[in-house]
Every structure is written in structure tokens, then in C-alpha cells.
């Protein structure tokens, strides 16, 4: 596995991330989600991939966030802007 090899590598992390969500296991896909972001808070795959998950977990108000993260770095992401006002709609 990499991360045995190399433990801060982020895109492993994430990878493993969005395996876990596949599988469902939501709570172990935060977890290497939130390392990767850790490690580069500058890539806007993984606050998009926690987006996902926390809005499939029903918290809403971390989904924003995380979408909201995404549109600083990447103005132009036009699926996270929609993801983003699906929330905003659900958690009014």
C-alpha cells in the first residue's frame, strides 16, 4: 500500500477516501479525506469529495462549508456550485 510507503501522500488519501464512500463506510472516507487536506489544503478534489459525504450524512452546514472551500480555490467549479445551492435549498 502506498501509504506505508509513504504516508503523506495526500492523492493516496484521498483515493482511499473516495473507496470508502463507494463502499459506504462514510466515516472511514471523512477520515482520509480530512488527512489529505491536512497534507494539501490546496486541491480541490478533496473538499469537493467531503462535500459529497457529509451531504450524504446529512450535515449540511459542513457540506457548505466544504463546497464553499472548493469555489476559493476553483471560482469556475460549476458542479460544486450547484451542489452548493442544492444545500443551501435543503438546509433551509
Same mark, same amino acid.
Given at each position: 500500500?502506498?501509504? *506505508?510507503?509513504?504516508? &503523506?501522500?495526500? #492523492?493516496? /488519501?484521498?483515493?482511499?477516501?473516495?473507496?470508502?464512500?463507494?463502499?459506504?463506510?462514510? &466515516?472511514?472516507?471523512?477520515? /482520509?479525506?480530512?488527512?489529505?487536506?491536512?497534507?494539501?489544503?490546496?486541491?480541490? &478534489?478533496?473538499?469537493?469529495?467531503?462535500?459529497? $459525504?457529509?451531504? #450524504?450524512?446529512?450535515?449540511?452546514?459542513?457540506?457548505?462549508?466544504?463546497?464553499?472551500? $472548493?469555489?476559493?480555490? *476553483?471560482?469556475? &467549479?460549476? #458542479?460544486?456550485?450547484? *451542489?452548493? #445551492? !442544492?444545500?443551501? !435549498?435543503? *438546509?433551509?
Amino acid at each position: 500500500m502506498a501509504l *506505508n510507503i509513504k504516508p &503523506d501522500y495526500f #492523492e493516496a /488519501h484521498n483515493n482511499l477516501g473516495v473507496a470508502y464512500r463507494t463502499k459506504g463506510w462514510l &466515516d472511514k472516507a471523512i477520515e /482520509h479525506y480530512q488527512i489529505a487536506a491536512k497534507l494539501n489544503p490546496n486541491y480541490a &478534489d478533496i473538499p469537493f469529495n467531503l462535500g459529497v $459525504v457529509y451531504e #450524504e450524512k446529512g450535515l449540511l452546514v459542513e457540506a457548505i462549508k466544504e463546497y464553499q472551500t $472548493v469555489l476559493r480555490l *476553483n471560482p469556475k &467549479d460549476k #458542479e460544486a456550485r450547484n *451542489n452548493l #445551492e !442544492r444545500v443551501f !435549498r435543503l *438546509n433551509k
